[in-house]
């Protein structure tokens, strides 16, 4: 059974930037891509970004393109996600989700963490 | 960028009843590569149905997805207490390009 863990919640001011991680259970971390989503409070799903560990191949979200840094180690089986000038529309749960349930390019999100909430606030 | 819109927004029906529920993408989704989750409060979303029509692991048959190219629908056939949650529907047409609809909110009427 694959479980993906979050960090915990995290407050932050304007300007700053926030690193969430996600660790994956199992032995497999490396053949699934794994994304990042995002949910404003009463909103809707917002994908930002994902990458595919083996091939380190990764792809963001025009929304986020230059804002977001999504990585990997594959050491320890935890994905990142860091947003940097943060801003008080980026207050959301963040969700790390696999693709899958095969590692075949064209999978859909089978497993997700549990969330984490930013809040950005002076 | 496809853009999948839902209808309708809110759906209020009662339990047993059939609930229809409708996502519409502005160009055609790559080898029909359309899921469908269920959210509830406070949970993450739960993987419906994918491929437009394969159930996921553990899903219920009352849950029935349907539909190809543009215009895909998900059946719920006999409405239980647990299936009122909000429903989104995802194309994943390429690896790494991913959007989401805006949601259907299904409510007790």
């Known amino acids: 059974q694959v479980q993906l863990v979050q960090s915990g919640a995290e407050v932050k001011k304007p300007g700053s930037s926030v690193k969430v991680s996600c660790k994956a259970s199992?032995?497999?971390?490396?053949?699934?891509?794994m994304s990042w989503v995002r949910q404003a409070p009463g909103q809707g799903l917002e994908w930002m970004g994902g990458i595919i560990p083996i091939f380190g191949t990764i792809k963001y979200a025009q929304k986020f393109q230059g804002r977001v840094t999504i990585s990997t180690d594959k050491s320890t089986g935890t994905a990142y996600m860091e947003l940097s000038s943060l801003r008080s529309e980026d207050t959301a749960v963040y969700y790390c989700?696999?693709?899958?349930?095969?590692?075949?390019?064209?999978?859909?999100?089978?497993?997700w963490g549990q969330g984490t909430l930013v809040t950005v606030s002076s | 960028e496809i853009v999948l819109t839902q209808s309708p927004g809110t759906l209020s029906l009662s339990p047993g009843e059939r609930a229809t529920l409708s996502c519409r993408a502005s160009?055609?989704?790559?080898?029909?590569?359309l899921a469908w989750y269920q959210q509830k409060p406070g949970q993450a979303p739960r993987l419906l149905i994918y491929g437009a029509t394969t159930r996921a692991t553990g899903i219920p048959d009352r849950f029935s997805g349907s539909g190809s190219g543009t215009d895909f629908t998900l059946t719920i056939s006999r409405l239980e207490p647990e299936d009122f949650a909000v429903y989104y529907c995802q194309q994943y047409g390429s690896s790494l390009s991913i959007t989401f609809g805006q949601g259907t909110r299904l409510e007790i009427k």
């Open positions: 160009q055609s989704v790559n080898s029909n590569y």
């Open positions: 199992g032995d497999t971390f490396s053949t699934f891509a």
């Open positions: 989700a696999r693709e899958g349930p095969t590692a075949a390019a064209g999978q859909p999100f089978d497993y």
